[in-house]
């Protein structure tokens, strides 16, 4: 799966380096004055990503009473579950980055991601005592997650048409969450930690270009995306 989405990623980036190759020497000379990446300060991106650390969590197990009400039913406190695989599309983010030098940067992102898993439990009703009056019930759980962080990223090779970068980011992650058990929905709000650690990270091109990522956090394993960069 990472693999399919992976190779969209590097045939743009390999696009963008046969783009520049192209050029003439005149006409790179004359590019790198005006769009040279490296003197454009203000850097706003667009990404997605992929492995995010909540999907290897598993239903939020962070969380031991996820929703609270999945615990209950009819005043009931219901035994065992068991759930699905959580699934979902990856996440999808903006950020904003500003170089205070030639080797660091600050800015910030906002992402967004869901979450969708099923399962089944089995409760006795309180007024039939523990009979084999015993009832299947499905379940099912959506986690809209959305998060924040503030990042410094740290440049160690910051050319006119290449940059490599490690970074670092912490913030909060916001949980809209909705469950549904039987024909009752509820609702219930948390708020977690964020954070993305970069450890190796890419960015091809001038004003316009494409980056590629490699991490763990709550963006993803492996991000990847457009960005544009401008001055002041």
């Given amino acids: 799966m990472l693999k ?8 743009f980036l390999f696009s963008l380096t046969l783009s520049s190759m192209a050029q003439t020497p005149g006409q790179q000379g004359s590019a790198s004055e005006k769009t040279n990446q490296a003197s454009l300060f203000n850097d706003v991106y667009a990404g997605y990503g992929a492995g995010s650390i909540f999907y290897f969590t598993g239903r939020m197990k962070h969380s031991s009473d996820y929703p609270t009400e999945l615990s209950y039913y009819n005043d009931t406190y219901l035994g065992s579950k068991s759930f699905t695989t959580p699934s979902s599309p990856g996440t999808f983010y903006l950020g904003f980055a500003r170089t205070l030098n030639q080797f660091v940067s600050m800015g910030f992102l906002f992402g967004f991601q869901e979450f969708s898993y099923t399962g089944i439990t089995h409760y006795t009703s309180y007024y039939s005592g523990y009979g084999n009056d015993s009832t299947q019930l499905k379940l099912s ?3 809209i997650l959305l998060t924040g962080i503030a990042r410094v990223q740290f ?10 970068y ?6 909060i992650t916001v949980n809209f969450g909705k469950g549904k058990i039987g024909s009752d929905e509820y609702s219930e709000r948390k708020i977690w930690p964020g954070g993305q650690l970069t450890l190796m990270g890419m960015r091809i091109g001038r004003a316009l270009g494409g980056f590629f990522e490699f991490g763990f956090g709550s963006y993803g394993i492996i991000n990847a995306g457009l960005s544009y960069k401008f001055k002041d």
Avoid at 4 to 11: E, G, H, Q, R, T
Wanted: hydrophobic residues 40%.
């Fill in 141 to 143: 759980s959506n986690d």
């Fill in 166 to 171: 490690s970074g670092i980011g912490i913030g």
């Fill in 155 to 164: 440049n160690y090779v910051n050319k006119p048409f290449i940059k490599m």
């Fill in 4 to 11: 399919n989405k992976l190779i969209p990623a590097f045939l």
